[in-house]
């Protein structure tokens, strides 16, 4: 009987207890050691582990685990975009054009360079625009948490947040005016060049818009005694624009942007919502997302791509820097603050990743040429990038909170949120 029960679990057959209990071991222990090297952020020590114990290291991080994980990927995710998206009201943003405008230059300059570069290299229009398209999107997860980590509040951090939730509604708005292009090409018919994009466009608003109203709505109905029970309506709005958008096969990045921006517009003066944390429940979404950044990372993927592996993320990372620099005075910042700002934009990866997926569910073949040249910059990127975010709020001079006035004003509510985390107990 024992030898038979030996039999039957072995080799380890892994679970959800197993895989969320590695990821939080690991994670915490690349944390402790990113701790000790003052110029590296947290979330590189994460995604340091998971490279070392995914399939490109030690295999205890199998393909077969992190496909499992993807839920898990998308919440966190979810989350992060839903954050971003609160920082970004509509009305604020009209009143402070000069925000967009600078948005929309960098946005179109680096579509033109990553475009002109990769047709240089023989690919294809239809790739060159689908990867330029996608190379204008900026990593919020980088952004939000090394924020946090490092307790940076003032004007280029609220501004640059601004900024990358722009060039994730812009890269998401030319990728899907993109698609009826790239669908022609592969034969498909009418109905599907024209309807898919919209459909997952509008659907994805919608979905996203609906929510945010339902949530707000709720919440008005909350006294000082059920306060507490913002955060599970927030996170029950998030898991339910992830689960709609799944089960519609829309995007749930985009939508889960828009939730938040929607969020932000419907709350007016009062932003319980908004200003409610995840406390120190948000650093175990954190670890997951990017434990599985690291295990997914693959080394191979630069070789296979050669020079332009390279080429392509310095341009686009050159590209958003100049740019940059070049709106200091539209912006009435100092050059360290808009370096600061061009760094910030630079890391690449989870808008970037949604809409990979996309063309390979859509268009396996361009997929195929499409996933090579993301998966090499995000791999670069996302090496890089937590490094010099964390540089570039020291250059900014708002580490601690040494904050000024912003350029796009986010108004904080008058009375503090029950469920906000107090950051003087936070562990650093």
Not at 91 to 111: A, D, G, W
Request: proline fraction near 5%; hydrophobic fraction near 55%; aromatic fraction near 10%.
């Amino acid at each position: 009987m024992l030898e038979q029960i030996f039999q039957s679990i072995f080799p380890l057959q892994m679970n959800f207890p197993i895989i969320f209990g590695m990821f939080m071991i690991f994670g915490v222990v690349g944390g402790l050691v990113a701790t000790r090297i003052q110029w590296l952020p947290t979330i590189s020590g994460f995604m340091l582990v998971g490279l070392l114990m995914g399939p490109e290291g030690a295999g205890l991080i199998s393909n077969q685990v992190i496909t499992q994980a993807g839920h898990l990927v998308q919440i966190s995710l979810g989350l992060i975009l839903y954050k971003l998206g609160c920082s970004l009201h509509p009305e604020h943003v009209i009143k402070h054009p000069k925000i967009i405008i600078v948005s929309v230059v960098e946005s179109l300059v680096t579509f033109v360079s990553i475009f002109l570069l990769l047709s240089l290299f023989g690919f294809s229009g239809i790739v060159s625009v689908l990867v330029a398209a996608i190379g204008i999107s900026s990593s919020p997860a980088v952004l939000v948490h090394v924020a946090s980590e490092m307790r940076a509040k003032g004007e280029v951090t609220e501004n640059t947040k601004v900024l990358v939730a722009l060039n994730n509604l812009i890269s998401f708005i030319i990728f899907s005016s993109a698609l009826p292009f790239a669908l022609y090409s592969s034969e498909a018919t009418w109905g599907d060049i024209f309807g898919i994009p919209s459909y997952r466009m509008i659907g994805g608003f919608a979905i996203g818009a609906v929510m945010a109203y339902a949530v707000t709505w709720l919440a008005k109905f909350l006294q000082p005694k059920t306060f507490h029970y913002v955060f599970p309506l927030m996170l029950g709005g998030i898991m339910l624009t992830l689960g709609l958008n799944a089960a519609l096969q829309m995007s749930f990045l985009f939508s889960c942007l828009v939730f938040g921006i929607m969020v932000r517009w419907f709350e007016k003066e009062t932003h319980p919502i908004t200003n409610t944390d995840f406390g120190y429940a948000e650093d175990i979404f954190y670890i997951i997302l990017f434990v599985t950044a690291g295990a997914s990372l693959h080394v191979n993927e630069l070789v296979t791509a050669g020079w332009i592996a390279i080429l392509f993320p310095f341009v686009r990372c050159a590209v958003k820097y100049l740019v940059l620099i070049g709106a200091t005075r539209s912006l009435d910042y100092t050059f360290k603050q808009s370096s600061a700002t061009g760094m910030l934009l630079m890391p690449m990866a989870g808008m970037a990743i949604g809409l990979l997926q996309t063309t390979n569910s859509l268009m396996p073949y361009i997929g195929a040429q499409v996933a090579i040249l993301i998966f090499a910059a995000v791999a670069v990127l996302e090496t890089i990038g937590p490094p010099i975010a964390k540089l570039a709020f020291k250059l900014s001079g708002e580490v601690d909170g040494g904050a000024v006035k912003a350029l796009v004003v986010i108004p904080d509510a008058k009375e503090p949120s029950a469920g906000t985390k107090n950051p003087e107990h936070r562990v650093e």
